[in-house]
């Protein structure tokens, strides 16, 4: 019976409460949901609260074994990040590594702050060794300044991305300019880069369901203009397929059109090009 009662009791512990005591019994250390700002706001500075958590162990130089299927290697990040906001401090990386909860740290508060490292040291079939350790001034510094280094850095990238992106899009607009349809081109395959839609093969309350696809091409011939050479008459051959080649059928629609071989419509010349297909 007492048995009996003392498993019923754990099973509750974990359930309803968590139970810090009763984890670090059976884990070796708590659960990370059991980690708050009330629990920690006894140690009044990191290297307190690393000595009185055994964050790093036996202190041997690689660290503790936190295991990843039990949710463990984010307690030290856990317990760092509820030391701040007991001291009213914001909690923010500086740099991390492969994982958010692995890097550098800095707890900014109105009177002070202070940093650490969560460094990975190791790892086996068991788990992930951590050694945490506090910053000081100098290497909090080379942290702040490799930040800022990388930041510049992925801004360079941003900026070149960008700068691309703006030389293509002119690039293609001048090719839309220098191939826009003409009266001397009836007769000649056009083509237009846009979204259309295909038929999902569903049906709801009796309507057909479409899914837009973007930067397709559609593809035609052209055979006359009118309004001023503004509007374009075009035959449908319909439009390019993953293959390189033309597909057509009621199944893809354009402009309320179904891009079927042979149909005939009328369009506005904007976005249409001489192409070869």
Known sequence: MNIKFTLISITTCFVMTGCTALDKAILGMPLARTITPDSVKKYNSPQELINGERLNGDYSGIGRLYKPNLGQVIIPYKYFQSLCISQKG????????????????????????????????????????????VLDNTSLRIFKSIKQDNEA????????????????????????????PQPRDIGATVCKDTSVNEYTGLLVLGQAQYREIQNARVIANLESMGNGNQNIKLNIKGWLNNNGGISSGPGVVYNQTPLESGRVIWDNKKGWYKCNY
């Open 90 to 133: 914001r909690f923010s990386p500086i740099l991390t590594k492969s994982s958010p909860y692995i890097g550098s740290y800095e707890c900014i508060k109105s009177n002070n702050q202070w940093a650490v490292n969560i460094q990975e040291t190791s790892r086996d079939i068991n788990g992930i060794y951590l050694s945490s350790n």
């Open 153 to 180: 850095e992925k801004l360079k990238l941003i900026q070149a991305q960008k700068s691309r992106e703006i030389a293509a899009q002119r690039q293609y607009q001048q090719h839309l300019l220098n191939n826009s």
